[in-house]
């Protein structure tokens, strides 16, 4: 099983710019989650998948963020404009489903660098 | 809500030394509770999880917790650590009910000395 997959691993942009992160959930797997971890705030949820629908985008720290799962095998985190502050290491996990009984399996993790 | 507080942001140990990381967790309600690591430049791992049952859980790697709800404690240990061990490690809540999401602690970096 090749696990969580997450693109691009790095990713260093100049504010202003659009940044898209990607995720690939394991296989038979339903629920996708996105995570964001700083030193500041540690690691926070932005928002969760069940079977493709959005549940629960509380998260998301504000409009420039917009994420989407198009089908079960892919799922994109969007931050259009990006700004300094939104530095950090963005994770995807997935799960057989959105209850916590179930183990949450994380990515490698994008670490983005906005100037 | 729930919030959980990892005591020690950093905790050093010798080799073949037993450790302890403590955290603590506040909910009104029941919960679930898991310690996932974090090996550098990697992402998060599961390391044990307590669901229900006995209150003493074994995990991976030859980690186990221990569920104390009167203290509202979940501290993980290990007997004897080895240099592999050197990671971050998560402390994590959820409700057992309603919205189950994941709360984190703010972590606790052990490092393993030789």
């Known amino acids: 099983d090749a696990g969580v997959i997450q693109s691009p691993r790095h990713e260093v942009t100049e504010m202003g710019q659009e940044v898209t992160l990607r995720c690939k959930p394991i296989?038979?797997?339903?629920?996708l989650f996105w995570y964001r971890q700083t030193m500041m705030r540690g690691l926070e949820l932005l928002i969760y998948f069940n079977n493709n629908v959005p549940i629960d985008d509380s998260g998301m720290p504000e409009d420039r963020f917009s994420a989407k799962m198009p089908n079960a095998s892919f799922s994109t985190l969007k931050i259009q404009p990006s700004e300094p502050r939104d530095s950090a290491v963005y994770f995807c996990?997935?799960?057989?489903?959105?209850?916590?009984?179930?183990?949450?399996?994380f990515g490698p993790g994008t670490r983005l660098l906005v100037l | 809500a729930q919030s959980v507080t990892q005591l020690d942001s950093q905790v050093p140990v010798f080799e073949e030394a037993p450790v302890e990381l403590r955290c603590n967790y506040s909910?009104?309600?029941?919960?679930?509770l898991f310690w996932y690591v974090q090996y550098p430049n990697q992402g998060l791992q599961l390391l044990l999880k307590y669901l229900s049952g006995s209150t003493l859980v074994k995990g991976i790697n030859g980690f186990e917790a221990e569920f104390t709800k009167s203290q509202t404690s979940f501290h993980l240990r290990k007997p004897s650590v080895h240099i592999s061990d050197t990671a971050e490690y998560f402390c994590?809540?959820?409700?057992?009910?309603?919205?189950?999401?994941?709360?984190f602690g703010q972590g606790t970096r052990l490092t393993i000395n030789p």
């Open positions: 296989s038979g797997h339903n629920s």
């Open positions: 909910s009104s309600v029941s919960v679930y």
């Open positions: 996990a997935s799960s057989t489903t959105s209850g916590t009984r179930e183990t949450q399996y």
């Open positions: 994590a809540v959820s409700e057992t009910q309603g919205a189950q999401k994941l709360v």
